[in-house]
């Protein structure tokens, strides 16, 4: 059963400010870095639009603020084609930004989440509309906890299934194990939470992808490995995102756990070519390209 997926994201919206480096600073420590660049972020909004150009439907509820970084970052969604009436402006909180340091294939990130911290219970409320249309919703934790844990209450009323993708990393609620579907920690979150008992008892809900080795996922009673592909890496913010917003895509379209999991991995491959943390989101024919061109080189 392959149809068109409604996919509803409840989260962030951040403008990167990017500087790449040779060196980074250490502590107390100025360096001098190479450019600096914008470009539009948050953990929300970058799974919200790689689902979109993986061709799912999708529905964005969150928070800019009153300013130009604000209306940017929403013409830029509605670009992309995203259903932006769950978009509010927060009159007294600025639109959400991430500071990112690029270097030696890697990125270092801190959030200052402005209006995404107005992401609140009643914004949720007064869109339900918009998560009981929908096939998947999918949660990142750069919004209130609060509202994350109200947005799945709302979830399991309408039977929608829930990913969440833990990052940034927060202890967690119980309810959050006990309801989602999915829980996509990356390796550094996944350790994070492995004393805690309910974290061992949903093993076969964990998805835990491990940068370039790879992604452990469950399936078939078992633990399985999918390797990650080797691309040439540019940068690799929103690799992630690009993983959850694929997986919420497939899993919406009705495909196996395992080729959700292969289609995701291989679309945060394709991510990480570009730069931006959605320069480098492919497009569905464009994954589906790659896979074609590795059958022929295997
Ligand atoms: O996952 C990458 C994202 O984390 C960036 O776009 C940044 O805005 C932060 O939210």
């Not at 450019?35 to 529905?59: C, M, W």
């Not at 990356?186 to 004393?195: R, V």
């Not at 998805?207 to 390797?227: C, K, N, S």
Request: net charge negative; with cysteine.
């Amino acid at each position: 059963m392959n149809k068109k997926p409604v996919v509803c994201v409840v989260g962030s919206i951040n403008m990167d400010l990017t500087i790449t480096t040779m060196k980074m600073p250490m502590q107390g420590e100025t360096v001098l870095g190479n450019e600096f660049a914008t470009y539009p972020g948050g953990k929300g909004a970058n799974q919200a639009i790689a689902a979109s150009r993986l061709g799912a439907d999708v529905n964005m509820i969150g928070a800019i603020g009153n300013d130009s970084f604000g209306m940017t970052l929403l013409n830029h969604l509605k670009s992309e084609g995203i259903n932006v009436k769950g978009m509010m402006t927060d009159l007294k909180k600025p639109t959400g930004i991430a500071n990112i340091i690029l270097s030696e294939d890697d990125n270092r990130i801190i959030v200052a989440p402005g209006a995404n911290e107005h992401v609140d219970s009643d914004l949720v409320d007064k869109h339900r509309d918009l998560i009981s249309q929908s096939d998947v919703l999918l949660l990142q934790l750069e919004i209130p906890m609060e509202t994350v844990i109200h947005t799945l209450k709302i979830a399991s009323e309408y039977n929608v299934p829930v990913i969440v993708n833990p990052a940034p990393y927060q202890i967690l609620p119980d309810v959050l194990f006990t309801s989602v579907a999915y829980l996509t920690p990356n390796e550094i979150e996944a350790d994070a939470m492995k004393d805690d008992p309910l974290f061992k008892s949903i093993q076969e809900k964990l998805i835990i992808t491990q940068g370039e080795r790879g992604v452990a996922f469950y399936d078939d009673g078992a633990e399985q490995f999918l390797p990650s592909h080797h691309v040439k890496v540019k940068d690799t913010t929103g690799a992630g995102d690009t993983f959850n917003g694929a997986l919420a895509t497939e899993i919406g379209r009705g495909t196996s756990i395992r080729e959700a999991v292969d289609f995701a991995n291989t679309a945060a491959a394709l991510s990480v070519t570009k730069v931006g943390a959605q320069g480098g989101m492919p497009t569905r024919q464009e994954v589906e390209q790659f896979i074609q061109e590795r059958k022929h080189i295997k």
